[in-house]
């Protein structure tokens, strides 16, 4: 089994950067894939990055060239730095874990209890 604990999230201002966190215990060496999601009110929810044990990266549209997912296999940690950041950032983010992928890409099937993201002025 594999748990998942984020941190880092909070309310900053359009334009701040923030930088979270996700603690990954248990089988984490087995997995195949991290990642983090983002669900805000009334909208999808979406992959926002990625990222393979290959250290392959994968961003969403809406946060490429502003975020940056990163991993630190000795601690057990992938981060995902936010800058830039925007109103419409605002959401709760979930750190992901997927132990199969597929052609349509990682699966993931674990998942922490995410961390709120407030961006507002």
């Known amino acids: 089994q594999v748990q998942l604990v984020e941190s880092g999230g909070g309310l900053v201002q359009p334009g701040d950067s923030l930088k979270l966190s996700c603690d990954a215990s248990g089988n984490s060496f087995s997995l195949d894939a991290l990642g983090w999601y983002r669900q805000a009110p009334g909208k999808e929810r979406e992959l926002v990055a990625s990222i393979s044990f290959g250290r392959k990266t994968n961003y969403a549209d809406s946060v490429r060239g502003r975020f940056a997912i990163s991993k630190d296999i000795d601690k057990n940690t992938i981060y995902l730095q936010m800058n830039s950041l925007k109103p419409e950032d605002t959401a709760v983010y979930y750190c992901?874990?997927?132990?199969?992928?597929?052609?349509?890409?990682?699966?993931?099937?674990?998942w922490g209890q995410g961390t709120q993201v407030t961006v507002s002025s």
């Open positions: 992901v874990a997927a132990a199969i992928v597929t052609t349509e890409g990682p699966q993931f099937a674990f």
